[in-house]
């Protein structure tokens, strides 16, 4: 396991404080405010350490309500809202400076069986004939090359490639609102962190960082990166539809039906490179272009 990767399930290992309440660190974002996937992983996380054993996440439902400091300790409260004979119900509040940033709902379910099928996975290319994050970004013409350090520094724990240029990379060109990462965690994983928990908390931290893209890619904006647009996440959704690992390569296959009113949406889904549908999110987000 990578220096990176452990520092990163550090991050999410939370601190118990008493029953039905959890303290988080925070650190650096390349925005002046706590990273949105970041609070999201570790809200999941307290939520699943007050669910039996038994029960998977299968779905979570979360506002972000005010910018979280990323200098300052986040307080996460847990409401046991339900614990049926199938399903566990858990939502949580996350606190800094006595306010709230944060809430998510959050379900479990026992492993049962049902009706079966899923959406085709689309075509992509192998992940490891792409370029690497660094090998995209350095020396890039549009991107400032402290800018290509933060992120990077940021993004040092996950494996992300792009299949086809980001937004910061066809900057004035309208495409097609569609785009594709593959990711993975760089390095095996062999921590716990309530072990089956462990990849739904990291699909989550990661599916924040990308999904608003294709908002941008409709309208040749390159994001926050090279400073043509103001953006923030306002909701997010996840559904954990089968079995995955965070440590082999997902495909996140991500578009965007809409953008009105100063929001934009995306939706993606999630795929093992098997052709499995792990993982469907949706996120609406603030899309504003400075004045």
């Known amino acids: 396991m990578s220096q990176a990767l452990q520092s990163l399930l550090d991050l999410l290992d939370l601190e118990w404080i ?25 809200a999941l996380v307290a939520a699943g350490r007050t669910a039996p054993a038994d029960r998977h996440a299968h779905s979570l439902h979360a506002y972000f309500l005010r910018p979280g400091d990323p200098g300052a300790p986040i307080v996460y409260t847990v409401d046991r809202i339900r ?27 026992t ?17 490891e004939t792409l370029p690497t994050a660094s090998e995209r970004l350095r020396g890039h013409p549009h991107l400032d090359a402290r800018i290509v350090e933060k992120l990077l520094e940021a993004r040092e724990a996950v494996d992300l490639r792009y299949v086809d240029e980001p937004p910061y990379g066809s900057y004035g060109a309208p495409r097609e609102p569609h ?66 690992r965070a440590d082999e390569w997902l495909l996140y296959d991500q578009e965007s039906p809409s953008a009105h009113g100063g929001r934009g949406l995306g939706q ?24």
């Open 18 to 42: 008493e029953q039905d309440m959890f303290r988080g660190q925070s650190r650096p974002s390349v925005v002046p405010r706590v990273f949105g996937g970041q609070v999201a992983a570790q």
């Open 83 to 109: 614990d049926g004979r199938s399903f566990t119900t858990r939502r949580v509040v996350a606190v800094q400076h006595g306010q709230p940033i944060f809430h998510l709902s959050a379900s479990f379910q």
């Open 111 to 127: 492993y049962e069986e049902g009706l079966e099928h899923q959406a085709p996975m689309p075509a992509a290319p192998d992940p």
């Open 179 to 244: 785009s594709q990462v593959w990711f993975r965690t760089e390095g095996k994983l062999d921590g716990d962190i309530d072990a089956p928990l462990l990849h739904v908390v990291l699909a989550t931290y990661v599916s924040d960082m990308t999904l608003l893209d294709s908002v941008l890619l409709a309208h040749g904006r390159g994001g926050w990166a090279v400073g043509d647009v103001v953006g923030a996440s306002l909701d997010h959704a996840m559904w954990f539809h089968r079995p995955f």
């Open 268 to 291: 993606a889904r999630i795929y093992t490179q098997d052709g499995r549908l792990a993982v469907s999110v949706i996120q609406e987000g603030v899309v504003r272009v400075p004045r």
